[in-house]
């Protein structure tokens, strides 16, 4: 993992990425949406390159993403996707509407903290281990997971037809901050989790959306070149 420091040679953004994360498919989302020139990086978990101390270095939590940006630094999903907000405002992720640019963050913070992070590797692959098997069964550990899951779309699902605020994305005709987050949750939920989407109409209808979506096709892990 040499080179982590350094910003790409040609000045473009690079972001530190590994193919099946959904944290750095939310990033390489708002980078394709935004229209972002970057460099990709692979880093891959399974083989513990996150826990080089150069990459320890980008992201403490030895997670990924990381994006560098000339001196910019940054280590976490949800940082990056506002960070790029910022520095690339058009076309915005956020709308102007202080109603709904909340509900935009309530959506993402939903997937971010109560879904993605009880299924993301550390949890699958240490926590059952350590907890999950332990306390359920091994057998067991897979619908644990489902649950949680199921959990976060129940209520995800349930606030979009509260709002009343779906059109063609979750809160309106454009792309905003919550298909960032909604797009690669689901993805994932289907390819990996299995979840029965029918349960949630909305979300499966999103889920077609973004899938014909240039920024979010292009996104996709199996897209990626660290993809096998």
């Known amino acids: 993992m040499a080179d982590m ?29 935004k229209g972002v020139d970057y460099e990709y990086k692979a880093v891959n978990l399974l083989k ?42 058009n076309p915005p992720l956020l709308p102007q509407d202080p109603k709904k640019k909340a509900l935009n963050h309530q959506i993402a913070n ?8 009880l299924h993301n590797l550390t949890v ?3 926590s059952s281990q350590r907890f999950i098997d332990q306390k359920i069964g091994a057998a067991d550990s897979v619908s644990w997971t489902q649950e949680q899951i199921e959990r976060g779309f129940t209520a995800i699902e349930n606030l979009i037809q509260l709002k009343g605020c779906a059109g063609k994305y979750a809160t309106g005709d454009e ?32 889920h077609a959306e973004y899938m014909a979506h240039p920024a979010f096709e292009a996104a996709l892990p199996a897209r990626q070149p660290d993809a096998p």
């Open 5 to 33: 420091e350094a910003t790409a040679a040609t000045g473009r953004p690079r972001l530190y990425s590994y193919w099946r994360s959904s944290c750095s498919h939310r990033a390489r989302i708002a980078l394709n949406f």
């Open 124 to 126: 699958l692959l240490i």
């Open 175 to 206: 792309v905003q901050l919550a298909d960032v987050f909604l797009a690669p949750q689901i993805f994932a939920a289907i390819e990996r989790t299995k979840i029965d989407m029918s349960d949630y109409p909305t979300l499966a209808r999103l």
């Open 48 to 89: 513990g390159e996150q826990s080089d101390p150069e990459f320890v270095k980008l992201n403490p939590m030895k997670f990924v993403p990381a994006l560098i940006d000339d001196d910019a630094v940054i280590g976490d999903s949800y940082a990056i996707v506002l960070y790029l907000e910022d520095k690339y405002p």
């Open 110 to 117: 939903i997937v971010s903290s109560g879904i993605q992070p």
